[in-house]
């Protein structure tokens, strides 16, 4: 049996612009098979946690493999499907990128303070490609790929709908944009849940908001709730 997958996003423009403008609607119009769907919030103004918790409620009744991504990536990876369905054999969240280990106050998954100083390679693990196309103009190389971490990137998060449902896991909803991705991995482990990154080429167009207004906000809430 196929399985089928699910791609989430959630986007500022209409529905026929997220296909015409956006890096990840550009990608998606050339895969077209019957076991891949497109679960899309356009012209969305919600934060990304409330739209994947939707997308979440909606899965109890009708199960796949959930592809959370930004609306501002490049698939490049024409057998996505298949190396997905490698990786969940390994483990129950997967991503591109993460880090084999947490720290204090960590401000994201790579850097280890908010001066955004990145953690030795020997902790880190994954490859992501920057860029506004193909080829991209720059590749991050943090680590061989395929290695359990406790946090991921959340520009990639896919998972079975039936193992975040079985466990009641949720996107927390105090977190708009930033943040979320830290503390649904941190809600993961605490459920005994293995992450781990897995090759897949894909090309990021955004470098980040870190120091933003919106971001110190969402640091200030996430410390508060992990007393960190």
Same mark, same amino acid.
């Given at each position: 049996?196929? #399985? =089928? ?15 015409? =403008? ?30 994947? *918790?939707? #997308? ?39 991503? $591109?990128?993460? *880090? ?6 960590? !401000? ?6 908010? #001066? ?6 020997? *902790? ?24 359990? $971490?406790?946090?991921?990137?959340? $520009? ?10 079985? =466990? *009641? ?29 897995? !090759? ?6 955004? #470098? ?21």
């Amino acid at each position: 049996m196929v #399985a =089928k997958y699910r791609f989430v996003c959630a986007t500022r423009e209409s529905y026929d612009d997220f296909f015409l =403008k956006t890096a990840l609607g550009r990608s998606l119009a050339i895969y077209r098979a019957p076991f891949a769907e497109l679960t899309l919030f356009h012209s969305n103004a919600r934060g990304l946690p409330s739209v994947y *918790n939707e #997308a979440l409620r909606d899965a109890a009744s009708d199960p796949a493999i959930l592809v959370f991504m930004h609306d501002d990536v490049h698939l490049c990876d024409f057998f996505w499907h298949v190396h997905i369905l490698a990786g969940l054999k390994h483990f129950d969240i997967l991503g $591109v990128a993460g *880090n084999r280990r947490r720290v204090a106050r960590q !401000p994201a998954w790579c850097f280890l303070d908010e #001066a955004l100083s990145v953690d030795s390679a020997e *902790n880190l693990s994954g490859i992501v490609g920057h860029g506004s196309g193909f080829p991209p103009e720059n590749l991050s190389s943090y680590g061989p790929p395929g290695q359990q $971490v406790k946090l991921l990137d959340g $520009v990639l998060l896919a998972a079975h709908s039936e193992t975040l449902i079985s =466990k *009641n896991l949720r996107f927390d909803e105090r977190f708009d944009f930033h943040f979320y991705d830290l503390d649904f991995c941190r809600q993961a482990e605490a459920k005994h849940l293995r992450l781990g990154t897995w !090759p897949l080429s894909l090309i990021h167009e955004s #470098a980040g908001q870190f120091g933003s207004p919106a971001w110190r906000e969402a640091y200030a809430k996430y410390l508060d709730k992990w007393k960190l």
